[in-house]
């Protein structure tokens, strides 16, 4: 679990993050979402302390980071950037075991986490003696994901991890992603300026404006009950595809009375439905239906 309570940052006498708090479980991905420039990136480096914070404090299980030497810290916490940043002149094997090597790991014991981390982020075993040049922008990805789990750290970090990848890419490791985070109960925070992945991978999503948290609560929250102009206009944006992702099965099988046996197949059937548009029947019960689902279900 990670705590983080009261964090700021000035430059010069710039405030650019200003009291920022929030709580992530186990298990649990906190989205960080804003603009550019609006302190997301600086938040989350004061976690990891690759940025000094000005004030407020970090708590991993609850003992306060400062307190951890900088080797536990980086068994703790792992980290995945959009650029990757892996190590170009070694193997795919090597730059998985980086952290398991700082740390002193015995030599069979990295091996098998190579070989398992390999398996768990969909890449075939013979890849571990590639080189990073010789892999896809979405098979570096994974490599990255892989080396942030390495020595099964507790909190994992990232910023913007597939912003670099094609659409098709992107959207196929964003849901292994989800998938993979409820088996492996990280407390993880992941940073983007793109609505609809927040919505996606976001158990909460803290949304951020000058530095501030604007709201903070589940995509559901956000789309349904915006605490403020900000939020609202923040999300007004593909509005029919980002409540598609919140509403619950149950809802669209009432709303299309068809009987779907996934909330997948559920989205796509009323998706495809919308998408033609040119049933003005349609948008107009989806509407009303969405207006009683608030009302039924409130936030949910
Ligand atoms: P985001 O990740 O939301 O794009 P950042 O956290 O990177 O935003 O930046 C927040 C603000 O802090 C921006 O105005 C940026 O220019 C400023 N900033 C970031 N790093 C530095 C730095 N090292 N020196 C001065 N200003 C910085």
């Not at 536990?72 to 892996?86: A, F, P």
């Not at 398991?100 to 030599?107: A, F, M, R, S, Y």
């Not at 589940?218 to 595809?241: C, G, H, W």
């Not at 009987?259 to 033609?276: F, Q």
């Amino acid at each position: 679990m990670i705590e983080v309570q009261h964090l700021s940052k000035f430059y010069n006498d710039q405030k650019v993050v200003d009291d920022v708090s929030f709580t992530v479980a186990q298990g649990e991905v906190l989205v960080l979402l804003g603009t550019s420039g609006s302190g997301k990136t600086t938040t989350l480096k004061m976690i990891n302390q690759l940025v000094e914070k000005s004030s407020g404090s970090v708590l991993i299980h609850g003992k306060n980071t400062e307190t951890y030497k900088a080797h536990e810290l980086r068994r703790k916490i792992g980290y995945v950037i959009q650029s990757i940043g892996l190590f170009p002149h070694y193997t795919i094997h090597e730059n998985i075991a980086t952290v398991p090597e700082l740390l002193n790991w015995p030599k069979h014991k990295i091996n098998s986490r190579v070989k398992e981390l390999l398996m768990l982020t969909g890449l075939p075993e013979n890849m571990a003696t590639k080189k990073p040049h010789e892999l896809s922008g979405g098979q570096q990805q994974r490599v990255g994901i892989a080396r942030a789990l390495a020595a099964d750290p507790d909190v994992i970090l990232l910023d913007e991890p597939f912003g670099a990848l094609d659409p098709i890419t992107r959207s196929e490791l964003q849901h292994e992603f989800k998938t993979l985070n409820s088996d492996l109960q990280k407390a993880m925070v992941l940073v983007t300026h793109d609505v609809l992945e927040a919505v996606i991978l976001g158990d909460k999503i803290a949304l951020m404006d000058q530095g501030k948290i604007q709201q903070i609560g589940t995509p559901s929250d956000l789309i349904f009950e915006p605490a403020n102009d900000f939020v609202k206009k923040f999300l007004a944006q593909n509005r029919i595809q980002l409540e598609l992702h919140v509403i619950r099965l149950n809802d669209l099988q009432k709303f299309t009375s068809l009987r779907l046996s996934t909330k997948e197949d559920a989205l796509c059937t009323l998706a495809e439905y919308l998408s033609k548009n040119d049933d003005d029947e349609i948008l107009k019960t989806y509407f009303n239906y969405r207006d009683k689902i608030i009302s039924a279900y409130g936030k949910h």
